[in-house]
């Protein structure tokens, strides 16, 4: 089969999927880049799915009994963001098996050229790569068919996650040529805000993450306000005072970096922040970023702490959110199969 051509796109309902990894404790990144603008979708009063991916998360070794409280603590930190079960569709990976199944297929469809050119996972496989999993380096197929089991439109994501998305719209689009159908959409990346990429505390040439060694380098979603505090008075800055244009922060990536930061958290532009506060050194910016984090963040982590003391309760919604999630997706999955030529007679 030939590379994927673009072809004209019929047009399909509006519908965001996205998930997040319980590989960790959610950070600052994952806040500002992804669980925020999920609410604000839900909000548009667009259909939205969102997914707690367990079976991503195993790409790198997970203790089981940290992995399930994990995926039970981001699922309650998306409820405590605003995330309402009721309206968006919330649930866990692993219990929609059409997720794997359609996996499958796409590794099939997916070409080992598209895959060997993800940067994330040469960055996440470093010089080990003949001794990381084989998941890992099929992860980006898989978080195809999680977007694609729904037939999703746009998917919001930090910026880290762009390559996988173009290579989510290539299966896609190479998919319906192969088949010759317009069975699956070619989705749209939602990349907005003022910090789509929030970088280290330590290092602000590397992405907050949550599998970073270094706490110190990240803020968890489960941090109380003294260590939220501190972690920001404590980050890395150089000595200038913040200057009165964004371009004179080009080579300050740490600087850069808790601008951009202050805004996403108070709703502004970076513009808008260097305006107010150009002139000021980190002793006077620092504090005041350190008490809107806390204005912001701690509320979410005393709600989600209440929801973890009720954790048969995020069972329940995890469950009931899979089964509205199985819903769509099994029809879809079913037709692929029919699709690519798989006999199906048992009966159900
Ligand atoms: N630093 C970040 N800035 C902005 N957005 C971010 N996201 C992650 N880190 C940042 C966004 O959060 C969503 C979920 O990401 P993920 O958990 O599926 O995986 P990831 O991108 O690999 O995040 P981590 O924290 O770096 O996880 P580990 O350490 O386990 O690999 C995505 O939308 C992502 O863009």
Redesign the pocket.
């Given at each position: 089969m030939a590379d994927a051509v673009q072809t004209p796109q019929p047009t399909f309902p509006p519908r965001i999927f996205?998930?997040?990894?319980p590989?960790?404790g959610l950070?600052l990144?994952?806040y500002?880049?992804?669980l925020k603008r999920f609410v604000e979708k839900q909000e548009e009063g667009i259909e939205t799915i969102y997914c707690m991916?367990d079976m991503?998360a195993i790409t790198v070794w997970q203790d089981p009994e940290k992995l399930r409280q994990q995926t039970r603590e981001g699922a309650a930190a998306f409820i405590a963001a605003g995330i309402d079960p009721a309206r968006s569709i919330l649930f866990n990976q692993s219990q929609v098996t059409a997720h794997v199944e359609l996996g499958w297929i796409f590794n099939c469809i997916a070409r080992m050229g598209w895959m060997s050119r993800m940067t994330?996972f040469k960055d996440?496989a470093g010089k080990n790569s003949e001794n990381v999993s084989l998941g890992l380096f099929a992860y980006p197929s898989l978080m195809a068919a999680d977007i694609l089991s729904y037939k999703a439109t746009h998917v919001?994501?930090?910026?880290?996650?762009k390559q996988h998305l173009e290579l989510c719209r290539d299966i896609a689009i190479k998919f319906n040529n192969d088949y010759k159908v317009d069975f699956f959409p070619v989705v749209e990346p939602v990349i907005e805000g003022a910090?789509?990429?929030?970088?280290s505390l330590r290092d602000g040439t590397k992405?907050?993450?949550?599998?970073?060694p270094s706490d110190q380098s990240r803020i968890n979603l489960t941090d109380d306000a003294d260590t939220i505090s501190k972690k920001i008075r404590k980050a890395k800055t150089d000595p200038e005072p913040l200057p009165d244009s964004l371009d004179a922060l080009k080579d300050r990536p740490e600087a850069r970096n808790l601008v951009n930061i202050y805004a996403a958290l108070a709703g502004h532009t970076p513009e808008q922040v260097i305006r107010d506060y150009a002139g000021a050194q980190f002793g006077t910016f620092k504090p005041a970023l350190a008490d809107l984090a806390v204005a912001k963040l701690e509320p979410i982590t005393l709600e989600m702490n209440r929801l973890m003391q009720d954790q048969a309760e995020i069972d329940r919604i995890l469950g009931a959110g899979a089964d509205r999630a199985e819903a769509i997706a099994r029809p879809i999955v079913d037709q692929v199969y029919d699709i690519v030529g798989m006999i199906r007679s048992r009966r159900r």
């Amino acid at each position: 089969m030939a590379d994927a051509v673009q072809t004209p796109q019929p047009t399909f309902p509006p519908r965001i999927f996205s998930g997040i990894q319980p590989s960790g404790g959610l950070t600052l990144g994952n806040y500002l880049g992804a669980l925020k603008r999920f609410v604000e979708k839900q909000e548009e009063g667009i259909e939205t799915i969102y997914c707690m991916v367990d079976m991503h998360a195993i790409t790198v070794w997970q203790d089981p009994e940290k992995l399930r409280q994990q995926t039970r603590e981001g699922a309650a930190a998306f409820i405590a963001a605003g995330i309402d079960p009721a309206r968006s569709i919330l649930f866990n990976q692993s219990q929609v098996t059409a997720h794997v199944e359609l996996g499958w297929i796409f590794n099939c469809i997916a070409r080992m050229g598209w895959m060997s050119r993800m940067t994330q996972f040469k960055d996440k496989a470093g010089k080990n790569s003949e001794n990381v999993s084989l998941g890992l380096f099929a992860y980006p197929s898989l978080m195809a068919a999680d977007i694609l089991s729904y037939k999703a439109t746009h998917v919001p994501v930090g910026d880290d996650q762009k390559q996988h998305l173009e290579l989510c719209r290539d299966i896609a689009i190479k998919f319906n040529n192969d088949y010759k159908v317009d069975f699956f959409p070619v989705v749209e990346p939602v990349i907005e805000g003022a910090a789509t990429r929030v970088m280290s505390l330590r290092d602000g040439t590397k992405k907050m993450s949550k599998s970073d060694p270094s706490d110190q380098s990240r803020i968890n979603l489960t941090d109380d306000a003294d260590t939220i505090s501190k972690k920001i008075r404590k980050a890395k800055t150089d000595p200038e005072p913040l200057p009165d244009s964004l371009d004179a922060l080009k080579d300050r990536p740490e600087a850069r970096n808790l601008v951009n930061i202050y805004a996403a958290l108070a709703g502004h532009t970076p513009e808008q922040v260097i305006r107010d506060y150009a002139g000021a050194q980190f002793g006077t910016f620092k504090p005041a970023l350190a008490d809107l984090a806390v204005a912001k963040l701690e509320p979410i982590t005393l709600e989600m702490n209440r929801l973890m003391q009720d954790q048969a309760e995020i069972d329940r919604i995890l469950g009931a959110g899979a089964d509205r999630a199985e819903a769509i997706a099994r029809p879809i999955v079913d037709q692929v199969y029919d699709i690519v030529g798989m006999i199906r007679s048992r009966r159900r």
